[in-house]
């Protein structure tokens, strides 16, 4: 497969229900795509800016005091002590890892790429790219053999599933019995909400409890896009396996993929700043107590959702009908047909719009409901 035989993108198809929503009179409410509205904290813009004097070429394997912050933000907030620079490695956002990764490890045609049930199309995409078979399958006694590289995302986009310390640990030890890379995505693990996850970390992939001491064919992919309005600075990275990162360091520097120095600076600010990561969780999470209770109120059951930046509702009919019913309303979902053939009556509401927008929406809500 070629880029020239990619589909259009998917979120064309949702233009005609945006224009209706677009036409209500106070206005859309788009709840679509999760994309930060928020402003990117003041300590990284600062960091930013003293950084802007970037005359020579960055470093692809990331500067020293970035290295070691995303070495001690994994020590701190997700319980991953003992790794070292060498465990880790900042990339272009993490959708470009998730696309790039078959490629950078050398996967093609009869290599199998294990992903989500519920998934992001990134997943399958980039298996595609590289002529091997996408497999949609969340339980790991059902990843076949020619297995090459599993997807877990935890917490999930779209159903914001979490995945306990045991079922990563199940899924380890089934990717090690098929000599596949494991690689988890975990760029929401900072918004936990429903018990256990709402006073604990949400478990990551290199959890002692999961791997013990040995990391080798296991990699987690981290994003400051959702925990710190960083969308537009595309800061993310990995961490894992360091004969996997050395391996993926010098693809990327033969590929010239590298983060600009002002964005490596900035990280550095955002991952040692605790305050700020808070902060927006609870705008997130104030958000959704106000939108989570009037989607109930209007007919939809909320599933899974314990995790992350969006709920996954339905209310038992084609996602198209319910978007066609909120676009009615001036509100705008993403379908969940979007996120594979298996969820056709779900769609996905972002928290990701102002207080002012979410309370628009809870309003209209009513009106649906009643």
């Given at each position: 497969?070629s880029?020239?035989d990619l589909?259009?993108?998917p979120?064309d198809?949702?233009?005609?229900y ?6 209500h ?19 990284v ?6 950084a802007?004097?970037?005359?020579a070429y960055?470093?692809?394997v ?23 620079p ?7 956002g ?10 950078l ?17 990134t ?12 497999v ?14 599993v ?8 159903d ?6 045991e079922e ?5 030890e089934?990717?090690?019995e098929?000599g ?17 996850w709402?006073?604990?970390p949400?478990?990551?992939v290199?959890?002692?409890a999961?791997?013990?001491a ?17 969308a537009?600075?595309r800061?993310a990275?990995l ?10 360091l ?18 550095v600010?955002a991952?040692t ?6 902060a927006q969780k609870?705008?997130?999470?104030a ?17 899974r959702?314990e995790a ?7 209310r038992?009919e ?25 969820h ?12 002012e ?10 009106t649906?409901?009643?």
């Amino acid at each position: 497969m070629s880029v020239a035989d990619l589909a259009d993108y998917p979120w064309d198809a949702v233009a005609p229900y945006a224009e209706t929503a677009r036409r209500h009179p106070d206005g859309i409410v788009d709840l679509s795509i999760g994309s930060p509205v928020d402003r990117t904290p003041a300590v990284v813009e600062a960091a930013l800016a003293a950084a802007t004097d970037a005359h020579a070429y960055p470093q692809t394997v990331g500067t020293p005091p970035l290295r070691e912050a995303i070495v001690d933000w994994y020590a701190r907030r997700r319980g991953v002590a003992g790794l070292t620079p060498s465990h880790v490695l900042p990339t272009v956002g993490s959708k470009e890892l998730v696309a790039l990764l078959p490629l950078l490890l050398g996967l093609g045609a009869g290599d199998t790429v294990v992903h989500p049930v519920a998934a992001y199309p990134t997943y399958e995409v980039g298996a595609r790219l590289v002529g091997a078979t996408a497999v949609a399958a969340d339980d790991p006694a059902s990843w076949p053999e020619g297995t090459k590289l599993v997807w877990i995302n935890s917490p999930g986009n779209p159903d914001g599933r979490v995945w306990s310390v045991e079922e990563l640990r199940r899924a380890r030890e089934r990717a090690r019995e098929l000599g596949a890379v494991l690689a988890s995505d975990e760029c929401y693990a900072e918004l936990g909400w429903d018990a256990p996850w709402a006073d604990a970390p949400v478990p990551s992939v290199l959890d002692p409890a999961v791997v013990a001491a040995d990391l080798s064919g296991v990699l987690s992919v981290y994003s400051l896009s959702k925990q710190s309005n960083l969308a537009g600075y595309r800061a993310a990275f990995l961490a894992g396996d360091p004969a996997l990162v050395a391996r993926l360091l010098t693809a990327r520097k033969h590929l010239g993929l590298m983060l600009p120095a002002p964005v490596q600076a900035a990280m550095v600010a955002a991952l040692t700043d605790d305050a700020h990561v808070a902060a927006q969780k609870a705008r997130y999470g104030a958000r959704r107590q106000v939108l989570k209770p009037a989607v109930e109120a209007a007919g939809f059951r909320v599933d899974r959702s314990e995790a992350g930046l969006y709920l996954w509702v339905t209310r038992g009919e084609d996602a198209w009908d319910s978007m066609a019913a909120l676009a009615e309303l001036g509100i705008l979902a993403g379908p969940g047909h979007f996120y594979g053939p298996h969820h056709p009556q779900h769609i996905r509401l972002s928290l990701t719009a102002s207080d002012e927008r979410i309370t628009a929406a809870a309003g209209r809500l009513a009106t649906l409901g009643s």
